[in-house]
Structure formats: structure tokens, C-alpha cells
């Protein structure tokens, strides 16, 4: 923007180096920059909570292990769970979502470059400010105290009389400050997407991946409010005498648990549909067919949006709701397995009678597929209120949700980034590298997870630092703690890609993947102003119609 | 026996290192590492050249049972012996077979599908047909899995009413489980007995019932009550009263955990539940309702026992000391284990938990009372007597 506003003397802008590069990427408003920043913010703090992740099954590897002490694993699961959640979930929508809306509507940036600007910068500041709590947080132990309340943190726990000094402080306001900045991309989003269409672009023709973002968008405007809600709640009783969820001074603690709940199963929805969009872009180009039942995805997906908000006491099955209130809720939980269960199928429907490329990221699709599949059985098995009195709270739960979101959201996100990499550095990736990637982490995915299930269904319950020998876990700890070292060993290779690829990867050109959305009509990179000239949109595929004359989508839509 | 230097922790600071001479002590149910320690090599030598006998860490491996008692210690949800965890487990057969079900076939026909439409060199250049969707389709994989949705809801809503709705019979055992930061405390309403860590429930077979039927409060944060071979879990939240129901099929001593994070010592807040028979149950209870033993013995003991901090947090009945914050000791001595089922209960054991609890069970709430060797000896002797 800087460069546009007043001229500027390039040959003393790059006699200034990397100091002005830098600056550069600070001051920009560019979508696209954004986009990549909040990649690699994705990135970072995926890698940093995976080190976490890490460390706990190391912790776990064998019984009465002394590795780790209790107070220091509790703060592993709470800032591990909260990272991947705010820090890793949360930019992952924003990336893909800043980088690739404008993009594939043809629009110049978002709707509102400086607040996306701002959004971008409080959120990665409430990241910094709940690693700072490892430096400064003050609580049980003195000072260097991360918080340790848990990343659902349940009250009462997290009252002053439970846990004295800041550190669950600097947890309340760091995902307020996330909070901030992701209902800034929700807003953008939504804005971008309704006003900013190129010519010929409908709602009916919009791509479905900005359909599916458009979702996430209501979605967060509507559940987080919740959240914050309860966290100045939360502060309020801490701070200033409020007595909330206070049980000692009347309060109740399972308010907090609505609260957060109302927030936190559409949240995992929020974190997984930009997978879903993913895959959504993903799957037809590489089967060479168009999404099957579009109109059906679409109305899949919107359902989605509205079950999503109607189902968050499934997570308090437990809680001791009457029988009626869990009845509802097992069923509202199993209704939205319907347009879940529509979605796997409209992609199977794609791959059918199509010619399937296997590049990597169809191979990250694949793994998606079978793991979601897995994820939304398992799902169902949840629902059941029963079922769930023996499996909430158990390793079979963190089985599932560790299904769901490293299964599902971030073998998309994987594929998605094998996909764009191409067009947002105009490089590719290596293919070997990609593929070592993809088979080492499936198989350090599955020997982490899937003995899990077991470990749960033999009475093993979710967040203990250790655990006796004899009760049966033993086999199914230290085979899960195999499996997550050999996936960090797939992200270090991931990681190395990335760099290597940066400096001499293959030059990608604008359409390296012969795809059909508006996108691969630019140059890669994409220039600050995205489109020179803009095909005409006459349908939902406007590069097919390019490419095909003969045979274009829009006599049949 | 083992020599070793590490870093010192008690000072944290750089340079100062610990010698450490290990002991290991292995019976068949417990490994404790104890040694000697001494700090102050290096530059902190004056500062901390204390040297100190410390008791390292105490683990488990299986508490002990007394003779004669099954063990029940994988909480396997698939080997129900109580009501509630059978009907869950017989439910959870129809929803695992439907979800197989689903699983073969869908995954079945990706495979398939991956497999037979792959790229080949021949139609490498050539795009397939180009198919939009089909209404006929869409309408057949949406209506079927309502159909499977509405059957295992009409399922799952009857398991719920059998379960949560069930009527209190007259003959039930009442006990009201409180949850405290890491350990479970059991009171029989009407019967006069408190206790901890150890819950003792009558044997309930088919055609003899005599059901526990728990009332479940916290006096702190927010706990759940698990034992996966008699029934799920319920959680146990402050400010409110939970209500579970118990019918063991079996005798035998059951483990559970605590399935709520509840803070530091989340991990080892363990649940044991006794179910014994009929008679000695009842022997059980006219056995705790006694107050305690006073053995003349260690009166002297006692005396020392009754004037120590101790009693501000725990009751011994029938003596002066009445605190409410730890686990009733009246009975110390018939529990089999320490620290909610951390450690088997020895006068041994006794001994290194009252000497250095945080050095067992790191974080929890019963403070280090630094005692001096006589102090902890007549602690140890007073509290072994209590049976």
C-alpha cells in the first residue's frame, strides 16, 4: 500500500536490505501478505504445541515415568490445547481465507485491508502474550508459571482461590485478544464474499470453498461472543468480586460450562470446515470432474452451521442434566452426522468415474477422507449419551478429537498447502519430500492415535501426568509415544521441504495443477492487484470453460 | 544402590550439583527410591552443604489386595459387572456394529473407488465425463442415515430413562461421595461411618439387589467419579448434588479414577471400590462406627499426636481431633492403601508419607510438617494402632 500511496526510489529501497523487506511486511494491508503471515504463524505455533504434544508422550512413554513433574505437565495439555485451538486452528482459517477468498472472486483484497491488518497483529499478540506467561506468569510455583487450568478450563478451577496469581490471567486474555482478531476475519470475510464478487459471479456460481468460509464466518460471529462473554465473566469474578461461577459464594460452576461449550462445539466445526473447504477444492481437480451435488455440499454445509449451535451440551453428557436434556442432545449430536455423512459422500461422488491423480495433496485428501471417516463414526459412538458416561473424559475422546482435528483439519491443511504453495510463492514443492511427509505422518499418526481408543476403553482418563503399572495402559502409552516421535519426524521433513523449496523448487507457473477456479488465472505470486484482466464468470468453473470450449459448465447449470 | 550427580534442584542455581547415593527398595507390589543427598559441589558448597536424607519417589506397581479378594484393576468397559455398565455395554454393541457396518462400506467403496478410477497411461489426457450430481443419489444418502440417526436415538433414549430415572429401592446403601483436590471422601448417611479413598459397597447379584445409591458433592473444584466396570462416570461439581446408582455383581476390589482435571494431582486422585458380601459388609460397617482405638499403649504417642498441627485438618474420633480438610484417620489402619490409592498402607509407608508427603505425591495439600525424627516416630506409632 505504502509503494502505491507516494513514489518511492526502489533502487534506495533495496540498498536498505532486509531491515526494509521486513518493514514491508509489517506495514502491509495486502490480503495476500496477510494470508502468508498467518500461514506462517499457523505454522510456528503448530510446530512449537506439536513440540509440546511431544514431550507429554514422552512423559507418558511408560508407567510412574518421572520425566516431567505433575505441575509442568499440566501446563503441556493446557498450552498445548489451547495453541493448536486459537494459534493453530483459528490463523489456519484466516490464512486460507485471506489468502484465497479475494482471490477466487475475483476482487482486488478483502473488503477492510486495515482492520484485516489490525486482526492479524492482535492475534499473533495474544499468542506472544500466552508464551510470555512461561516468563512472567506468576502462580503456584512462583514466577516462569504457564497456566495449567486446562484449555476448557472448568470452574471453579480457575477461581482465585484455586489458582492464585496471573497465569490463568494472561490464558483469559490472550484468547480474548484471538477472539478479537478472529471476529474481524469472520466480518471481513462475510463482507468480502457478498459485496466484492467480479462481474458474472452469483452466490449460486460462488466457488464452494468461499461458501464453506462464508459458514465458519456466521459461525464465529455467533459462538464467539460466548466465549469472550464468559471470560470477562471470569475476570470479573477474579478482579473485581463477582461471584459468576464462584461455587464457594453461590455461584455456578456449570454455567461456565454452557458458556463455553456454546462456544466450543461450533468451534470445532469452525476448525473444520476450512478442511472440508479444502478438500472441496482438492478432490475434483484431482479426479478431473466437478464436485458432485454441489447444491447438496452447499446446503451440507450450511446445515452444518445451524446444528453445530444446538448440540454443545453433548460435551457435559456427565454433568447431570436431566434425562431429558441429554436425550435432545444425543439427538442433535447424531442428526449432524446426516449432512457430515452427505459430505463424504459428495466426495467419493466426485472421485467416481473420475481419473485420480495422486500428487500430494490429493494423497493429504485421501488421508482425510478415511481418518474424518473414522472421526465422525467414533462421533456417533459419543453421541450416545450412555456410551459417553464411559467415554468422555477418557483417552478415547482425545483419540477422537485428535481424529477429527490432526486427521482431518490438519491433513487438510497439509493438502491445501501442497496445493497453493505453488501459486503463493510460484515455486513447488518437491513431490519426494511431499510423499515421505505424507507416509511418515500417517503412520505416526495412526500408532499415536489409534491405540488411544483402547487405552480409553480400558478406563484411562484424559489429562494424568502418570499412571500406575498393571491397569492395562502400558502397551498402548508407549506405542502411542513411537508415534508421535515418528510424526515429529514427518513435520521436520515437511519443514525442510518448505525451506528447500522456497530457494529451488520447481518453477511453478500460474496453472501448475490444470484447475478451474479464478486463482490459477494469475500469475504466481500474484501481483499486489491480483488480476490484470479477469476471465468472464458464466459458471461455478470459469477456467473449464476457458480451457473447454467445446464442452463449458454453464450450458448445464 | 546407585551413585549419581545432578544438577541441585532445591537451590536452582547454575553450578550448584548434588551427589546422590540411591537406594532401591522392590517388594512385590511396591518400588520406593530413597537416598542420601548432598549438595554443595561446585560453587555453592557453603551455602548448601547440608546433607540430607530424602526419600526420592514411591510407586506403585499394584497395591495389594487382602487374600482372598479379586482384583479388579482394568477398568475395561467391556467387562461390565454392575447394571448401569452392562446396559452400556450391551448398547454400545448395537451403535459399534452399526458404525462397523457404515465403516466397511464406506471405506470399501473410497478404496474401491481410489483404486479402479486411478489415472492410467491411457486416459492420462483425456478428461472423464463430466457429472454434476444426481438428485435421486442425494435424496438416498441423506434419508438412509436419518433412518440409522432415528434408531440409535430411540435406543440410546431408553438406555438414558432405565439408567438416570431409576427409582430408589428401600434396602439401598446411601453413601455420599465427596470430592476433594486429590483424594475421595465416603460418608454413610444414617450409618455413622466416614471414610477415604476406599468405598465399601454390599455385593448386589440379580435376584438379591441391594443397590448403592450415591449422592455425589465436591468441596472444591470439579471432579468425576469413574469406575468403568460398574458404571460411567458422573461428574462431582461444588455447589451442586449429583446422584449414580451401583449394583456389583461381584466382590472384589474395583478401580477407578478420578476423570475430571482437577489441578496438579489430578493423576492420582484413584477410586477404589470394595464390594464385599453381604456379612462382611455389615462387618464392615459396625467396625467403623466405632470411634477409635485408644491403646494405652501409645498413649504418650497419642498425647503428642492430639498437640500437633495435624489435627487442624484431620479427625480421629472419639479424640479431640476434629479438622475436616483431609481424610478421616479414625480408622487409618483398615484402609489398604495411602494417598488415595497411591501406595499400599504399611506402617512403613505411614511412616515416609507423614515424614515427606510432598516427595510422594508432589503438589498435593498436606504440607512437608517438617517433624523432627521423635515427633514422626510417635505420629507413626499412634497412627499404626488405629485399625
Redesign the interface.
Known amino acids: 500500500m505504502a509503494s502505491v500511496a507516494y513514489p518511492v526510489d526502489e533502487r534506495s529501497v533495496k540498498a536498505l536490505g532486509l531491515p526494509s523487506a521486513l518493514h514491508e511486511w509489517v506495514i502491509t494491508v495486502d490480503h495476500k501478505r496477510l494470508g502468508i503471515m498467518y500461514m506462517i504463524m499457523t505454522l510456528v505455533f503448530f510446530m512449537i504445541a506439536g513440540s509440546l504434544a511431544v514431550a507429554m508422550r514422552a512423559q507418558l512413554s511408560i508407567p510412574?515415568n518421572?520425566l516431567i513433574?505433575?505441575?509442568v505437565f499440566?501446563r503441556l495439555f493446557t498450552v498445548h490445547g489451547t495453541t493448536m485451538v486459537f494459534f493453530v486452528g483459528m490463523p489456519f482459517f484466516a490464512a486460507l481465507a485471506n489468502y484465497l477468498v479475494p482471490l477466487m472472486i475475483g476482487a482486488r483484497d478483502m473488503a477492510f485491508p486495515r482492520l484485516n491488518a489490525f486482526g492479524f497483529w492482535i492475534t499473533l499478540f495474544g499468542a506472544i502474550l500466552l508464551y510470555s506467561s512461561y516468563i512472567a506468569g506468576e502462580g503456584?510455583a512462583g514466577h516462569g508459571t504457564a497456566p495449567?487450568v486446562?484449555w476448557f478450563a472448568?470452574?471453579?478451577?480457575t477461581e482465585r482461590?484455586?489458582s492464585r496469581g496471573t497465569s490463568t490471567d494472561y490464558w483469559i486474555l490472550a484468547i480474548v485478544l484471538s477472539g478479537i482478531g478472529s471476529t474481524i476475519t469472520a466480518i471481513n470475510v462475510f463482507a468480502t464474499a457478498i459485496c466484492l464478487r467480479t462481474k458474472g459471479m452469483t452466490l449460486a456460481k460462488m466457488p464452494l470453498f468461499v461458501w464453506m468460509m462464508c459458514v465458519v464466518s456466521f459461525q464465529i460471529l455467533v459462538a464467539l461472543p460466548a466465549l469472550t462473554a464468559g471470560q470477562v465473566m471470569l475476570l470479573m469474578d477474579r478482579y473485581l468480586g463477582a461471584h459468576f461461577f464462584d461455587?464457594?459464594a453461590?455461584?455456578?460452576?456449570?454455567l461456565w460450562q454452557h458458556f463455553f461449550w456454546f462456544f466450543g462445539h461450533p468451534e470445532v466445526y469452525i476448525l473444520i470446515i476450512p478442511g472440508f473447504a479444502c478438500i472441496s477444492e482438492i478432490v475434483p481437480v484431482f479426479?478431473?470432474?466437478?464436485m458432485?451435488?454441489?447444491?447438496?455440499m452447499i446446503g451440507a454445509t450450511v446445515a452444518i452451521g445451524f446444528i453445530s449451535l444446538s448440540v454443545w451440551a453433548h460435551h457435559m453428557f456427565?454433568?447431570?442434566m436431566?434425562?431429558q436434556a441429554?436425550?435432545f442432545f444425543?439427538?442433535s449430536t447424531?442428526?449432524i452426522?446426516?449432512p457430515t455423512?452427505?459430505k463424504?459422500?459428495?466426495w467419493?461422488?466426485t472421485?467416481?468415474?473420475?481419473?485420480?491423480?495422486?500428487d500430494t495433496p490429493m494423497l493429504f485428501c485421501?488421508g482425510f477422507?478415511?481418518q474424518f471417516?473414522?472421526a465422525g463414526?467414533?462421533g456417533?459412538?459419543l453421541g450416545?449419551?450412555?456410551?459417553?458416561?464411559?467415554?468422555?473424559?477418557?483417552y478415547f475422546v482425545v483419540a477422537h478429537f485428535h481424529y477429527t482435528l490432526m486427521g482431518g483439519t490438519l491433513f487438510a491443511l497439509f493438502g491445501g498447502v501442497y496445493y497453493w504453495f505453488p501459486k503463493a510463492t510460484g515455486r513447488m514443492l518437491s513431490e519426494t519430500l511431499g510423499k515421505w511427509h505424507f507416509w511418515l505422518l500417517v503412520l505416526g499418526f495412526h500408532l499415536t492415535f489409534d491405540p488411544q481408543h483402547f487405552a480409553g476403553?480400558?478406563?484411562?482418563?484424559?489429562?494424568?501426568?502418570?499412571?500406575?503399572?498393571?491397569?492395562?495402559w502400558e502397551g498402548y502409552n508407549l506405542v502411542s509415544s513411537v508415534g508421535a516421535a515418528t510424526q515429529g519426524i514427518a513435520i521436520l521433513i515437511f519443514a525442510i521441504n518448505v525451506i528447500l523449496s522456497l530457494r529451488r523448487g520447481r518453477v511453478a507457473g500460474n496453472d501448475p495443477w490444470d484447475a478451474w477456479s479464478l486463482e490459477w488465472a494469475t500469475t504466481s505470486p500474484p501481483a499486489e492487484y491480483n488480476f490484470e484482466t479477469l476471465p468472464e464468470v458464466r459458471s461455478t468453473r470459469p477456467l473449464w470453460d476457458l480451457k473447454?470450449p467445446e464442452?463449458p459448465?454453464w450450458k448445464?447449470? | 544402590m546407585l551413585f549419581r550427580f545432578r544438577p541441585c534442584r532445591v537451590h536452582r542455581k547454575i553450578g550448584c550439583v548434588r551427589s546422590e547415593v540411591l537406594v532401591f527398595y522392590k517388594a512385590t507390589n511396591l518400588k520406593i527410591k530413597a537416598g542420601f543427598t548432598r549438595c554443595g559441589l561446585g560453587a555453592h558448597r557453603k551455602e548448601c552443604s547440608s546433607m540430607s536424607f530424602r526419600l526420592l519417589a514411591v510407586w506403585l506397581v499394584l497395591a495389594s489386595a487382602l487374600p482372598g479378594q479379586t482384583v479388579h484393576a482394568i477398568g475395561d468397559i467391556f467387562k461390565p459387572l454392575a447394571s448401569p455398565a452392562l446396559a452400556v455395554r450391551d448398547l454400545s454393541y448395537l451403535v459399534f456394529a452399526i458404525c462397523g457396518a457404515i465403516f466397511v462400506i464406506v471405506a470399501g467403496l473410497l478404496t474401491y473407488a481410489l483404486f479402479r478410477f486411478r489415472r492410467r497411461a491411457s486416459n492420462d489426457h483425456v478428461e472423464p465425463p463430466q457429472v454434476y450430481g444426481s438428485n435421486q443419489i442425494e435424496i438416498a444418502w441423506t434419508v438412509i442415515p436419518i433412518l440409522i440417526v432415528f434408531v440409535i436415538t430411540m435406543a440410546t433414549a431408553r438406555v438414558i430413562a432405565a439408567l438416570q430415572d431409576k427409582s430408589q429401592p428401600a434396602n439401598a446403601v446411601l453413601v455420599t461421595v465427596i470430592g476433594h483436590q486429590w483424594w475421595w471422601e465416603f460418608r454413610y448417611p444414617g450409618l455413622n461411618v466416614v471414610t477415604a479413598n476406599e468405598m465399601h459397597i454390599p455385593v448386589s447379584p440379580p435376584g438379591k439387589e441391594r443397590p448403592a445409591f450415591l449422592t455425589l458433592e465436591s468441596a472444591d473444584v470439579a471432579h468425576s467419579f469413574w469406575i468403568p466396570q460398574l458404571s460411567g462416570k458422573t461428574d462431582v461439581i461444588p455447589n451442586r448434588e449429583n446422584h449414580m446408582w451401583l449394583d456389583p455383581h461381584e466382590t472384589g476390589i474395583y478401580y477407578g479414577n478420578c476423570a475430571e482435571y482437577c489441578g496438579t494431582q489430578h493423576a492420582n486422585m484413584l477410586i477404589r471400590v470394595v464390594v464385599d458380601s453381604a456379612e462382611d459388609f455389615d462387618k464392615w460397617v459396625a467396625q467403623q462406627k466405632q470411634p477409635a482405638i485408644a491403646d494405652p499403649k501409645v498413649s504418650q504417642a497419642r498425647d503428642a499426636f492430639l498437640g500437633m498441627a495435624c489435627v487442624t485438618c484431620h479427625t480421629v474420633r472419639g479424640t479431640t481431633a476434629n479438622g475436616k480438610f483431609g481424610p478421616d484417620l479414625t480408622h487409618l489402619m483398615s484402609r489398604g492403601t495411602l494417598a488415595s490409592g497411591m501406595i499400599p498402607n504399611t506402617a512403613g509407608t505411614v511412616f515416609a508419607w507423614v515424614g515427606h508427603p510432598q516427595a510422594i505425591k508432589p503438589g498435593n495439600l498436606m504440607p512437608d510438617m517438617q517433624l523432627n525424627d521423635k515427633e514422626l516416630e510417635q505420629v507413626v506409632s499412634y497412627l499404626s494402632t488405629l485399625r
Do not use: C
Open positions: 510412574n518421572t513433574p505433575p505441575e499440566n503456584l495449567d486446562g472448568y470452574a471453579p478451577l482461590a484455586f461455587t464457594q453461590g455461584g455456578d460452576a456449570v479426479s478431473r470432474k466437478p458432485f451435488g454441489r447444491i447438496a456427565a454433568v447431570g436431566s434425562s441429554n436425550t444425543a439427538a447424531m442428526l452426522g446426516v455423512g452427505i463424504i459422500f459428495n467419493l461422488g472421485m467416481w468415474g473420475g481419473h485420480i491423480r495422486f485421501i477422507l478415511f471417516l473414522i463414526l467414533t456417533i459412538m450416545v449419551a450412555p456410551l459417553d458416561w464411559q467415554l468422555t473424559d477418557s476403553m480400558l478406563g484411562m482418563p484424559r489429562r494424568i501426568y502418570t499412571y500406575a503399572a498393571g491397569r492395562g473447454h464442452d459448465d448445464f447449470e
